[in-house]
């Protein structure tokens, strides 16, 4: 409970300074402003309690970021620049107003979904309590080593597979020709070896041979290395969603709890920034050196000069770059903008194949929508609008609303499955939680391909359970 109200004292307090900035910076009307404020803080802190679901709270948790925190950060201290892209939006008041509102009411439907699944299917009533087979803790204790090493250096073979080769990374154009083999690739560096560290550091907890032992770094190196293998700076969803499952999975509480938690978010955050920064760099997206008389200097030597300019300006990009990933405000801004919204364009955003537009070196639907073109080059920047955007291809705000309410309550439903099937282990079900959330938030790149994510997802289950009872059949 102490690390619970730290958090929110925190929290409010943040969030206030910056609500009273974008208070004087917002353009539109403040009534919209301030309702559209007061909408997103309540689904944030809605969304956790002590019977919290995970996929509610990521949900929540991302739409909040990709939004409000997202929009009034860059109303308030960049100039209302938007790297993302808005496609022809004119940046009027009234324009403000109607793409707040529409985000707005997004988030109603979602509130309701939440309130409506605890009433009928409370996390405390939960289908039943499983637990794992005896026998699998037994070979966890008797094998724990050979296992460590053996996926530590599955997991370094496999990402330096994938690096080399370029078999899956973001961005970049796949040179794999045996579709089969791009996936399977493509599963093991999302989330399928994220998966199977997440198995054996519930089984550390559960065992209590070590409640902070070595297969919780080893997942914290492995969500490093394949970020940085896919070229992916969204290394913290995979990690934030491991300590979200380990903070429910561990049964002690007070001072201790605390500490170790603090103690591990210091740490995913530092990984985090040094993957952020290390990627970008991977992806030459560093700033240019500058040519003096002939001589390179680099941008390192000039922030020593009185100015600190270089500081200035690389804090300023890699900050932009940072809260640009939080993706949505600007997709919701882009659609708003086009003229033809109507159903048509949904169904023709839901059956467009975007693989073969990126494999031909075109633009999305949504960036061709946008009027972004590319000349054939080998990396490729996509931007998507989100599902609150995606879904407002229709032009409905009420559309929107109802369809986010049922998503919402589905997936909420899923999670509680899930749970039973996976021995109440909250570290994978939090992961496969926060993967489909994060699925929702980035939504619009080949949205008829999203049953893959959720086949992935499903036979993920069935190899953990097939692994499961596989280990416990070798005890004797």
């Given at each position: 409970m102490i690390l619970i109200k730290t958090c929110y004292k925190f929290l409010l307090f943040s969030f206030f300074l910056l609500f009273i900035?974008?208070?004087?910076n917002y353009k539109g009307s403040l009534?919209?402003?301030?309702?559209?404020?007061?909408?997103?803080?309540?689904?944030l802190f809605y969304s956790?309690?002590?019977?919290?679901?995970?996929?509610?709270?990521?949900?929540?948790?991302?739409?909040?970021?990709?939004?409000?925190?997202?929009?009034?950060?860059?109303?308030?201290?960049f100039n209302s620049k938007f790297l993302e892209g808005v496609g022809k939006f004119d940046y009027s008041a009234k324009s403000y107003d109607s793409v707040l509102l529409i985000c707005s009411f997004a988030f109603l439907g979602i509130?309701?979904?939440?309130?409506?699944?605890?009433?009928?299917?409370?996390?405390?009533?939960?289908?039943?309590?499983?637990?794992?087979?005896?026998?699998l803790l037994i070979f966890?204790?008797?094998?724990?080593?050979?296992?460590?090493y053996l996926i530590l250096f599955l997991i370094t073979l496999i990402s330096f597979l994938n690096y080399y080769f370029s078999i899956y990374q973001r961005g970049v154009a796949t040179k794999i020709q045996y579709i089969l083999?791009?996936?399977?690739?493509?599963?093991?560096?999302?989330?399928?070896?994220c998966s199977i560290c997440a198995l054996f550091v519930d089984l550390e907890i559960k065992s209590e041979k070590s409640r902070f032992g070595k297969f919780i770094y080893l997942s914290l190196y492995e969500n490093c290395i394949s970020a940085i293998s896919m070229l992916s700076r969204g290394m913290i969803v995979n990690s934030f969603s491991i300590y979200i499952g380990i903070y429910k999975s561990l049964k002690i509480s007070g001072v201790h709890k605390f500490l170790f938690f603090f103690y591990y978010l210091m740490i995913l955050v530092f990984l985090f920034l040094i993957v952020f920064i290390f990627v970008g760099y991977l992806r030459n997206e560093h700033p240019p050196v500058v040519l003096i008389s002939n001589t390179e200097i680099s941008y390192f030597n000039l922030m020593l000069s009185e100015k600190f300019e270089y500081f200035q300006t690389f804090f300023s990009i890699r900050l932009n770059a940072l809260i640009s990933r939080l993706i949505g405000i600007e997709g919701v801004m882009a659609v708003y903008s086009f003229e033809n919204n109507g159903f048509d364009l949904l169904k023709k955003a839901i059956l467009i194949n975007d693989i073969n537009h990126l494999v031909n070196y075109k633009a999305s639907f949504f960036d061709f929508l946008k009027g972004v073109t590319y000349n054939n080059s080998s990396q490729i920047s996509i931007t998507v609008p989100g599902i609150i955007g995606?879904?407002?291809?229709?032009?409905?705000?009420?559309?929107?609303a109802i369809t986010l309410f049922i998503i919402t309550f589905l997936f909420s439903f899923v999670e509680l499955v899930i749970t039973?099937?996976?021995?109440?282990?909250?570290?994978?079900?939090?992961?496969?939680?926060?993967?489909?959330?994060?699925?929702l938030w980035h939504f619009g790149f080949d949205p008829s391909g999203s049953w893959k994510l959720l086949l992935a997802i499903f036979f993920n289950i069935i190899i953990i359970n097939l692994f499961v009872r596989a280990m416990t059949k070798l005890v004797k």
């Open positions: 900035f974008g208070i004087f009534l919209v402003y301030v309702f559209f404020s007061l909408i997103s803080f309540f689904l956790i309690n002590k019977n919290f679901s995970f996929f509610e709270f990521f949900f929540s948790f991302f739409l909040f970021l990709g939004f409000w925190f997202n929009f009034t950060f860059k109303i308030s201290f509130i309701l979904a939440i309130f409506f699944r605890r009433y009928i299917f409370p996390k405390s009533k939960n289908l039943s309590i499983t637990q794992y087979p005896s026998k966890y204790k008797q094998n724990t080593k050979k296992i460590f083999f791009y996936y399977f690739f493509s599963w093991l560096v999302s989330f399928g070896m995606f879904l407002f291809y229709s032009g409905s705000i009420i559309f929107v039973r099937v996976l021995w109440n282990n909250y570290i994978l079900c939090s992961l496969f939680s926060s993967t489909i959330a994060y699925r």
